[in-house]
């Protein structure tokens, strides 16, 4: 199915590095969206994003909505083990509220 | 905050076995319910929406078939296994307003698949 492009696929990173990540399209979104998933369970949601140019904080999580509204990042600052993990972006338009996902990132942090 | 139950957790069934997985949500009503599929290191796949007891839409041509006999249970049934049905299959519901704010959705733990 139709999908978004989310890069990178992985990252490989030192405990204490930042780390960005994001979602791209040709189409016009109205809600952005990133969740996590941890190995063998359902995504958590992280972050909703409602408006162009929004930036949202969660912890050291940091999302924004793209001004042009076709795309969206993800940061988090200072990662920590337990931030390994597949993290997904969805996007929402039109209004048959049906989400359009990336692929994923995977995050591994190295030893 | 609404939550999700999925069950069984995991199930190991032969090919041609029949399928069901079950889904409840408790704390909202007239939820959007969701059936996906993902195949290990890969992506969600939406297969099947519901919007309300009874109204079922398929996203993708398949082996598989949902029903929605309670606002809030939605299930995912196969008459027959195939080896490629085999994945971890994810219930998500959707609650909020109308018009895009709360178009978040939550997810169940999942349920993981194996066809042998």
């Known amino acids: 199915g139709q999908q978004l492009n989310q890069s990178p696929q992985s990252m490989f990173i030192q405990e204490g590095e930042d780390v960005s990540m994001n979602c791209t399209s040709s189409?016009?979104?109205?809600?952005w969206l990133w969740y996590k998933q941890d190995p063998g369970e359902g995504p958590v949601l992280l972050i909703a994003l409602y408006k162009a140019g929004e930036l949202t904080s969660n912890g050291r999580l940091t999302a924004q909505f793209g001004i042009t509204r076709k795309d969206s990042f993800l940061n988090i600052s200072a990662s920590i083990p337990s931030d390994v993990g597949i993290y997904f972006c969805a996007g929402q338009r039109g209004s048959n509220y049906q989400l359009i996902w990336g692929a994923g990132t995977k995050l591994i942090i190295k030893p | 905050s609404q939550t999700i139950h999925q069950w069984p957790a995991t199930l190991v069934q032969p090919v041609g076995s029949p399928l069901s997985l079950e889904c409840t949500v408790e704390g909202t009503s007239n939820p959007n319910l969701y059936w996906y599929r993902q195949a290990a290191g890969r992506g969600l796949q939406l297969l099947f929406y519901?919007?309300?007891?009874?109204?079922i839409s398929s996203e993708v041509p398949q082996n598989l078939s949902a029903s929605r006999p309670q606002d809030r249970q939605f299930i995912l049934s196969s008459k027959k296994l195939l080896l490629s049905d085999s994945g971890f299959y994810l219930c998500?519901?959707?609650?909020?307003?109308?018009?895009?704010?709360?178009?978040?959705?939550?997810f169940g733990e999942g349920s993981r698949l194996t066809v042998l």
């Open positions: 998500a519901c959707r609650t909020g307003l109308a018009g895009g704010l709360g178009g978040e959705l939550f």
């Open positions: 189409s016009i979104f109205n809600t």
């Open positions: 519901s919007v309300g007891i009874g109204q």
